[in-house]
C-alpha cells in the first residue's frame, strides 16, 4: 500500500509536466538575457557624455562617474558592436584602470561611416533612449594641411594642488569639437594642425579673428576660458575661474561662454526636479544670470526668484527633461533664492529652492588660491588694472565664487540603461521556475521508485 500511489501513472505524468514547465521558465528567462543581480548604482551611471575629436577614422567619447569605475565602449557599424576600446590612458598598457573622468578613443574606422557604441560603465551597459548610441566619421581631407600647432596649458586647483582628473574640450564658432585628458602634473595639450571645420569637410586655418573657447573640468570644479587662435600657451588656470584672455584687462570672464563647446549627449537624470544652476550660495555679475537644471521631460516649470523684484515665471521643459530661464530685467545686487515647482510623472508636486548672489555692478570679487600658480582671478566690470606676468592675488574668504559657466548648452536628457538587470517580476518567476523543475523532478523520481519516503 505504501507505494500504491507511485505505482500509478499520474504523478509520473505530472512530474514530467512541471519539469517541462520548470525547464521551459528558465530557458525562456536565460533567452531573454534577464539576470538576478541588483540594479546598478548612481556612482558608476555615466553622465556629461560628449562625442569629440571626429576624424575619418576615429572619435572619442567622454563622460563621468561618480566613483572610480572601469569604463570601455563597444561599438560596430551594426547593433551587434562587437568592437570594444578602452580608456585613452590604458590603450598602451592594455590594463583597464578604473577612473571618474573617462576619455576613450575608438580607431581604425571607416570614412563617412556611421557607428553604433553603448557604453561599459562598472558592471552595467548603457544605451541612449534604449538604442545604440551614434556617430558619423568625416570623409578623407584632400589637400594641405596647416602648420604644425598645439595649444598648451597647466591647471592648478584653487589650494594649488594638481587635480586628480581633469578632460578639456576647445571648440569655436567656426570648427568642430576636440577634447584632451589632463596629464597627472597638470599639463595638457590641444593639436590643432587637424583641427577640422564645424562641417568636417575641410581643415580650419587659424586667423587674427579666431577666437577659441575651453571647457575644463576635473575634481567636481570646471573653468571657461576664451583665448585668441593666435596664442600658443594658456596661462596657468586655477580651477573654478573662468577667465578671458582676449582682452587687455583682467582675464576674469563674467558671461559665460560654453555654447560652442561640445553638447553632453546625456546623463542619467531621475524623475525629481532639479536646479544646476545657480550652485548653492554662487555669485554672479551678471545681473541677468541664466539659470538651467532638469524635470521631467515637457513638464511645466515655475520659476519664483525671491528678491525685491518678486519674479514668478513658467517654462516648459523640453523632451529630455532640460529648462533654461533668464530674468528679463537685471536682479538687484544682494542674495536671493530661486524655486522652481513642477510635478513628476506620478503626479507628485515637488519644489526645490537654491539660494544665490548678484554683485552690484562694478563691485569686485576677489577669491583664494595660491599667489605663485595663478594668473589674476579679479572681477570687475570696469577694471583698470593691467594683467601682469605674475600677479599676485588678494583673499576674501567670506566670498565664495563659483563660476557661472553652465554644463555646455542645456543639462542633461535622460539615458536609460539597458533593461533593468533587477527586475522583481523576472526574479518571482524565475524562483518559481526552479522550483517548479524540482518539485517536477522529485515527482517523477518517486514515481519511477528510485527515491522513497
Known sequence: ?????????????????????????TTF????????????????????????????????????????????????????????????RDQSSNTPTQHKIHSITVKNLTPSSTY???????????????????????????????????LTGNLVLPDGNVPKEAIVYLASLETQAIS????TDGTYSLPLSFL?????????????????????KGDNLSSGIKISGQSNKIPTVTLSNDYDFTQNISPIITQPASSLLPIPLSSISSDNPVILIPKKNQGFTDQQPRFSGTAPPNSEVVIEIHSEEAIKAQVLADVSGNWTYRPPNPLSP?????????????????T???????????????ESATPSATPTITISVNPTQMPTQAPTITTVPTITVVPTLPPVASVSPTIPPIPPPGNSTAVAVGILGIVTTVVGMLLFLLSRGNISL
Not at 125 to 147: C, K, M, R, Y
Not at 205 to 215: G, I, M
Not at 335 to 350: K, P
Open 1 to 25: 500500500m505504501r507505494y500504491s500511489f507511485w505505482n500509478k501513472r499520474i504523478p509520473t505524468i505530472l512530474g514530467l509536466i512541471l519539469l517541462s514547465v520548470g525547464i521551459g521558465i
Open 29 to 88: 528567462l536565460a533567452g531573454k538575457g534577464v539576470n538576478l543581480t541588483s540594479i546598478a548604482g548612481p556612482s558608476e551611471v555615466p553622465t556629461d557624455i560628449r562625442i569629440t575629436n571626429i576624424t575619418d577614422s576615429s572619435f572619442t567619447v567622454s563622460y563621468a562617474t561618480t566613483d572610480n569605475v572601469l569604463g570601455s565602449v563597444n561599438f560596430g557599424r551594426d547593433n551587434n558592436m562587437d568592437g570594444i576600446a578602452f580608456d585613452d
Open 116 to 150: 553604433h557604441f553603448s557604453i561599459k560603465s562598472g558592471s552595467e551597459t548603457f544605451l541612449q533612449n534604449d538604442s545604440p548610441f551614434t556617430v558619423t566619421t568625416a570623409s578623407p581631407i584632400e589637400g594641405s594641411v596647416p602648420e604644425e600647432k598645439n
Open 180 to 183: 584632451s585628458i589632463v596629464q
Open 196 to 216: 577640422r571645420n564645424r562641417d568636417l569637410l575641410s581643415y580650419f586655418f587659424t586667423s587674427e579673428s579666431t577666437v577659441f573657447d575651453l571647457l575644463i
Open 334 to 350: 544682494g542674495e536671493h533664492t530661486i524655486t522652481i515647482i513642477t510635478r513628476t510623472a506620478s503626479g507628485i508636486l515637488r
Open 352 to 366: 526645490v529652492t537654491q539660494s544665490f548672489v548678484v554683485f552690484a555692478q562694478g563691485e569686485q570679487v576677489q
